[in-house]
C-alpha cells in the first residue's frame, strides 16, 4: 500500500471527519499461463541442447527471439528454427540505482545493478537482462556478453541467470592487426 | 469522417499524489460534473460513454462496472477502452468516432487512475510470463536502456533532457489542474536530484497520480450552439510488436508515433509541422522522450532535438509550445493522461487555458504513447473540416 504510514484506516479510536477509510487486500494467488506450441518447442530444445532458438522469417529474414509462429511485419506465419549463439552484444546499457524486487527472491536487488539491452548473435531483436561484471562503469553499449545458464536446466527462461561481461569488443580496424 | 464533430467542454480533478476522500466513481464524477458544466449540458443530454483506466494498476477488475454509474452511464451504452498510455487518446478516438459516424450525437469521455491504490511497479511488470516478467524492471530501467541508444546516436546531453523537465515544470506552476509544480525549477536541481537508472534522473520521470478528466464531443446540430468548438481533424493509431526487444532502436526510430503522425499530417495537409502548429500536446513520460518524439513528429530535423529545447521554441512564447499545461512529467494518472493530453489541447483552442493561454492558438497536435508498441496522433483546428 502506498498509503501514508500514520493513516488510522478502520481504527474507530482514530475516527476524523477528514480522514478516511480503505479496504487494505494482499493477495497470495497462482496463475498458469499456457506458453503456446512455439514456445513449449523452444524450452524443450532449451533444455536439451542447451540453446536459444529464434524463428526465422522466409520473407524479411528477420530473426526473432522469442520466437513466436507469425512474423507480424510480413503478416506471415514462420516455421524455420534458428540456433543461436552462447554470446551478444550490448546494444542499450543502464545502470540502476532505485531498488526493484528481484522476482525469485522477493527481496530488493542489490543496487547499483547493471541492466543491458541485449542482441544475441544470430537474432535481430534484442532482450533485457541482467549484466554481471566487475565494475559497471566498465560496461559500455558495443561489449561483448555471454549468457550464463543455470547448472540444471528446467526449460524455462529462468534457465537464463544473466550475462557476464567479456569485455569491450574489438574496435573496427584492430581485429586484422 | 461521416460528419464534422467538435469537443465542446472538458473537466479534471486537481491531479496529485492521493486522493484519499474519494473512490473512483466519485473522482471521475468531478471531472464529469466540471466538463458538463463546460459544455453546458446535462447527464441526461449524453447519449453514449466511453471509459478509459489500467484497471490493473488498481487491482479492481470491471472499472466499467462499478463506475459508469458515476458517469451517467445507467441505461445507455457503455464500453471501455484499456491500451496502456494511449487508452486515454484511443477513448477519445472512440468517442470522436462515435460521434462523427451518425450514431450518436453527444458522447462522454472520461479516463482515471488512482495509482495511490496500488502498486504500479506491479502493473508495469505484468508482462509475458513465459518470457520477460522474471526480468522486467518497470518502466524507468526500459526507458533508461532505449534512452542509452538515443543518447549514442544522437548525443544529446543531460543537461538538454532537464531542460524538458525545467520547461514542464515551470508550465505546470501555471497549472491549477496539474500535480507538479516547480516554478523555481532549473537544470542543475534536475541534475542534482537522485539518479534512477543512468542517465535518468528522478526529476527526468513523470510521477505517478491520481486523477481524472472528461471530454464531451458533440456531433450535427449539436455543434451550432457554441461559439469557438474545438473541431476534430483526424487521428491514426499505430500498434507495433508485442515485445520491448522487437523494437529495433526503438526510442530513435519510435516508428509507430513517425508512421502514425504522418498519416495524420497527409490526412490535414500539414507538410511543415512545426509552422503549421500551433500548440502539441504529447505523451512525454521521461524528458529524453520529448526529445526523441520532436524528431518523430518532425518537428525539427533528426538529431536536432536538443538544439529545439535549447532554442526555446517550445516554451510558451516561443513559436510551437510543447506541453504549455506541463505534460505528462507534471502529471500522470495513466488511463486519464490521455484525455487530459486532448483536453488541454482543446482548452487552448477554447482560450480557457489561463495563465498558459498560448496566443493565437488554432491547430492543435495531440499524441498517446504506450511502450513503444501503441501510438496515437490527433489533429484539431478552430477551424471547421
Known amino acids: ?177 | 469522417m461521416a460528419r464534422p464533430v467538435a469537443i465542446v467542454g472538458t473537466g479534471q480533478t486537481r491531479h496529485c499524489k492521493a486522493r484519499p476522500d474519494v473512490h473512483q466513481g466519485e473522482l471521475i464524477q468531478e471531472a464529469v460534473k466540471i466538463a458538463l458544466l463546460d459544455a453546458d449540458l446535462s447527464w441526461e443530454d449524453i447519449d453514449a460513454i466511453v471509459l478509459t483506466n489500467m484497471e490493473l494498476f488498481e487491482g479492481r477488475a470491471l472499472p466499467e462496472l462499478w463506475c459508469g454509474e458515476f458517469a451517467g452511464g445507467l441505461g445507455k451504452p457503455v464500453m471501455k477502452v484499456a491500451t496502456g498510455g494511449t487508452s486515454g487518446t484511443s477513448g477519445a478516438i472512440a468517442g470522436l468516432m462515435q460521434a462523427a459516424s451518425g450514431v450518436f450525437d453527444t458522447v462522454l469521455v472520461v479516463g482515471w487512475e488512482k495509482h495511490s491504490e496500488g502498486s504500479t511497479q506491479t502493473g508495469m511488470s505484468l508482462t509475458d510470463p513465459a518470457w520477460d516478467r522474471h526480468i522486467a524492471s518497470g518502466a524507468i530501467g526500459n526507458f533508461a536502456l532505449s534512452i542509452s541508444q538515443y543518447v549514442a546516436e544522437r548525443g544529446v546531453t543531460e543537461e538538454q533532457a532537464a531542460m524538458v523537465a525545467v520547461k514542464a515544470r515551470r508550465n505546470g506552476a501555471l497549472n491549477p489542474n496539474t500535480h507538479l509544480k516547480d516554478a523555481g525549477i532549473t537544470v542543475e536541481k534536475v541534475l542534482a536530484s537522485p539518479m534512477l537508472a543512468e542517465p535518468v534522473h528522478l526529476l527526468d520521470m513523470c510521477p505517478q497520480s491520481d486523477g481524472a478528466a472528461a471530454l464531451v464531443i458533440v456531433g450535427g446540430d449539436k455543434t451550432a450552439r457554441y461559439k469557438n468548438p474545438a473541431w476534430f481533424w483526424g487521428s491514426a493509431t499505430r500498434h507495433d510488436q508485442p515485445y520491448i526487444g522487437d523494437h529495433d532502436q526503438r526510442m530513435v526510430k519510435m516508428r509507430t508515433l513517425r508512421s502514425a503522425a504522418q498519416e495524420v499530417y497527409r490526412k490535414v495537409g500539414i507538410s511543415n509541422p512545426f509552422k503549421e502548429i500551433d500548440i502539441a500536446e504529447i505523451y512525454e513520460p521521461v524528458s529524453y522522450a520529448e526529445l526523441a518524439w520532436y524528431e518523430a513528429l518532425g518537428f525539427c530535423k533528426e538529431g536536432d532535438a536538443g538544439k529545439l529545447i535549447e532554442s526555446g521554441a517550445t516554451q510558451i512564447g516561443g513559436e510551437l509550445p510543447v506541453n504549455p499545461s506541463g505534460g505528462v512529467l507534471c502529471a500522470n494518472p495513466v488511463g486519464a493522461t490521455g484525455v487530459i493530453r486532448v483536453a488541454e489541447a482543446v482548452k487552448q483552442l477554447h482560450r480557457k487555458a489561463g495563465d498558459y493561454q498560448v496566443d493565437g492558438a488554432r491547430r492543435a497536435l495531440v499524441t498517446g504513447y504506450g511502450v513503444y508498441a501503441w501510438s496515437d496522433v490527433m489533429f484539431f483546428s478552430a477551424e471547421q473540416p
Open chain 1, 1 to 177: 500500500m502506498n498509503k501514508p504510514s500514520d493513516n488510522p484506516g478502520n481504527n474507530p479510536a482514530q475516527e476524523k471527519s477528514t480522514e478516511y477509510l480503505f479496504s487494505e487486500i494482499t493477495m497470495d494467488l497462482t496463475w498458469n499461463t499456457d506458453v503456446g506450441e512455439t514456445m513449449t518447442g523452444f524450452f524443450k530444445r532449451l533444455k536439451t541442447e542447451r540453446c536459444l532458438y529464434g524463428m526465422r522469417c522466409s520473407e524479411c529474414q528477420r530473426v526473432y527471439l522469442p520466437p513466436r509462429p507469425v512474423c507480424g511485419d510480413c503478416w506471415l506465419e514462420m516455421n524455420e528454427w534458428v540456433a543461436l549463439g552462447n554470446q551478444g552484444t550490448i546494444v542499450g546499457k543502464t545502470v540502476c540505482h532505485y531498488k526493484i524486487l528481484d522476482s525469485l527472491t522477493g527481496e530488493p536487488r542489490k543496487t547499483p545493478f547493471v541492466l543491458g539491452l541485449i542482441q544475441i548473435d544470430g537474432a535481430h531483436t534484442t532482450l533485457n537482462h541482467f549484466v554481471e561484471a566487475p565494475d559497471p562503469a566498465l560496461v559500455s553499449i558495443g561489449d561483448r556478453v555471454e549468457i550464463v545458464f543455470r547448472d540444471a536446466l528446467q526449460g524455462n527462461v529462468g534457465d537464463i541467470v544473466h550475462f557476464q561481461w567479456l569485455g569491450p569488443q574489438a574496435k573496427p580496424g584492430q581485429r586484422d592487426e
